[in-house]
């Protein structure tokens, strides 16, 4: 080993020894939660015993292209001449299935008149890996640009998009031409911040002295790189286990949530973390002031603190700022039908859908 090598080893291990406290007690948290949901969120009973999870596994797929050449998955729910399109970009370690009460829920709600459209990240679910270079926001927001241009070409758009899925909505905002802004009608930030991550919840993890030191071993040491992915994998996966939900939850939601976020693979959770911790996408805001929003978060998130959405709708004048009093990081899921109704009330606002009825409005 050379002395460079030598002296980030050492550094790698002090920054484990000083986060050991922290990496103990998430261990800790995560064991109780394999154990049962219930231990962390009591149910009375599962209500959601017998749901169908598998609801978007049956709409019809396709493919986009990204302009790297990742094929990102996508599916989608209503007619493609619709006179509307909701797309729905999903958050970190997480895949369009998240986003499963929207799909059966809003469907029933606004009918033929408005499509579905939902894809994974690059990394995620059944979209392509990507090069680790490629996990930048500016590039997971080229990806919602790729979708736009792909499957929804013309018409009002809807974007919604959860923890890193909102950053990419700002992202793609950010970048796309004036003709791309001008068919956003509204925007929903769920859970999620236009920037400064690093100053609280996950971002305090992301900027730990073990994962500086893995970083800067897997650079100068190649054989370390290994060390890195296990490390990020250890802080991140229990954080984001234990800090999904707040209260009572159903054992059946608990196990899908843990099983998505199980199946996002080591290199793009390692990849993304870095690109969550450096983004800034404040340059989406001044040309999303003047449109309806809606900004929503629960008071418990651990993730992406509710401050975050407080800054995001100082920014965004138009926004409905919701804060949902028992929830935590994963809001669209344990709360589905708060959320629903805020997003309902966000299409009346923004012209796409008359009120009470659940139908786009033409003309």
């Known amino acids: ?207 730990s002295p073990a994962l500086d030191g893995v970083r800067l071993a897997a650079h100068l040491a190649p054989a370390l790189v290994q060390m890195g992915r296990t490390t990020t994998r250890q802080l991140l996966r229990p954080f984001l286990h234990v800090s999904s939900f707040h209260g009572e939850v159903s054992p059946t939601l608990s196990r899908f949530t843990t099983s998505m976020i199980d199946r996002v693979p080591t290199e793009t959770m390692v990849a993304f973390s870095r690109a969550v911790e450096l983004h800034d996408e404040s340059a989406a805001l001044p040309r999303l002031a003047a449109l309806p929003g809606l900004v929503l978060a629960g008071a418990h998130d651990l993730v992406i603190p509710f401050g975050n959405s407080r800054a995001l709708a100082r920014d965004l004048p138009n926004a409905d700022l919701v804060r949902v009093t028992d929830a935590a990081h994963m809001v669209h899921l344990q709360c589905p039908d708060l959320v629903n109704g805020a997003l309902d009330r966000l299409a009346v606002r923004a012209g796409l859908v008359e009120a009470a009825k659940g139908v786009v409005a033409r003309g």
């Open 1 to 207: 080993m050379t002395g460079s090598s030598q002296r980030v080893w050492t550094t790698a291990l002090r920054g484990g020894a000083a986060t050991a406290a922290v990496l103990g007690a998430l261990a800790g948290a995560h064991a109780l939660r394999r154990v049962g949901a219930s231990v962390w969120w009591p149910a009375n009973r599962d209500d959601l015993r017998d749901e169908d999870f598998l609801l978007l596994d049956r709409d019809p797929d396709g493919t986009v292209v990204a302009e790297d050449g990742v094929r990102l998955a996508f599916r989608s729910c209503g007619p493609e001449n619709a006179p509307a399109t909701a797309i729905f970009v999903h958050g970190f370690c997480n895949s369009m299935e998240s986003f499963h009460f929207q799909r059966r829920d809003l469907e029933r709600l606004w009918g033929p008149q408005v499509r579905l459209v939902f894809y994974d990240q690059r990394g995620h679910g059944r979209s392509g890996a990507p090069t680790p270079g490629s996990c930048t926001v500016p590039q997971i927001g080229r990806d919602l640009l790729a979708v736009i241009e792909q499957v929804a070409p013309d018409g009002p758009l809807l974007l919604i998009g959860h923890s890193m899925g909102g950053m990419a909505v700002l992202g793609a905002v950010a970048q796309a031409p004036a003709a791309v802004v001008d068919r956003v009608r509204a925007v929903a930030l769920l859970s999620t911040a236009a920037a400064e991550v690093t100053a609280t919840g996950v971002g305090q993890l992301l900027r």
